[in-house]
């Protein structure tokens, strides 16, 4: 009796041992590296700092347009409320850095997202890899970004593919042999993407550095003169790939077509918006660029979600960058959702392992280098409206 007595009692204790180690209480996550519980966080911020006032606040709007959508439509992830605290870099370098680091220390974000413009988003590397927070930069391509930073990610291609697949493009599609290449001084996207682009076409025509037959650095404060178009003109290019903001070279563009000009133009993602084809006008006509986007192609289901709401929400067709926007916010609460934690380090290692995560620009899934795996769109400037062309697959 007293045998069956005492394996009464060892029995009881297993059970006890396997009920409380078996159950997950819901309320509660646990930490990897020292095996400790610690409470679910009932509410996650992400800080967003964009240019919401300055030189670049049309841009920095279209993106904050597609984080507060998406917020809107995925405010939770299961009982984890997403909370937006949102601050403006003022289209400036110092004031991007300064807001980085008061959203961080002040507000006690765990992961960031921005900025638009590759140099707003290059000056808040620093604190954002110092103060160890993840951030994601929607539409910022420039390839410096994310290298030595492990804190860094982007929800879009980078220069270096855009660059490349872009010169591919013109030699290959367009038959182009011959361009000029102009930059704007002092504009990191302008020349990572410019240079990009001449290294893959030079290497495209067997090495032959005279293929780029005019360079040219221009300052977007001051025209060029009438000689630099002049010499242009004269040198003759079956193209000129011209990277840049927006307005600048919609301006520029549009003197060179005033001086004569009168072959192709080629250029990145920033001049998939309207202000590009309302200050080109007939000069952007023919202009072809790449994108990270088109309303035309529904890429996965969530590109369903985000059109007909964004169109409910704002009224209007969404842009490629309100789409990355939307993306990036997409991207933080997957990490959110699989790490079930607001620490910051924890959902800076889920974001390196996302995998065809469906968002409103294709498919994301992160490679080797932490970079997403995206799609490359080719669009022209077609009786004023900006149309796709093709797709490119990364």
Known sequence: MKRVRNLYIILSIL???????GCKDSNFETIKNDNLKVPRPEVVKIGVFEPVTGAYSYAGNLELEGIKLANQLYPFVDDIKIELVVMDNQSDKLASARVVSDLIQNEGVSALIGSWSSTLSLSAGP???????PAVAPTSTNQDLTIGNDYYFRACF?????????????YYDLGIRTIALVTERGNDYSNGLGRFFADRFVELNDSDHNVIIYRIEYDPNQILNEEEFDKIIISNPDAIFIPGGYSETAHWIKKAREYGYDGIFIGGDTWDNDVFVTYGGKSVEGAIFSSFYTSEIALTQESTVFLENYKNKYGKEPTAIAALGYDAYLMIKDAIQRSASSDPEEL????KEISNLSGAAGLITMNELGEPERILIIKTVKDGAIRSITTIDN
């Open 15 to 21: 059970l006890i041992c396997v009920s409380v180690s």
């Open 158 to 170: 980078s220069d270096a593919y855009q660059g490349s697949t872009l010169a591919g493009y013109a």
């Open 127 to 133: 604190i954002i890899n110092d103060l160890k927070v």
């Open 348 to 351: 800076k290692n889920a974001l």
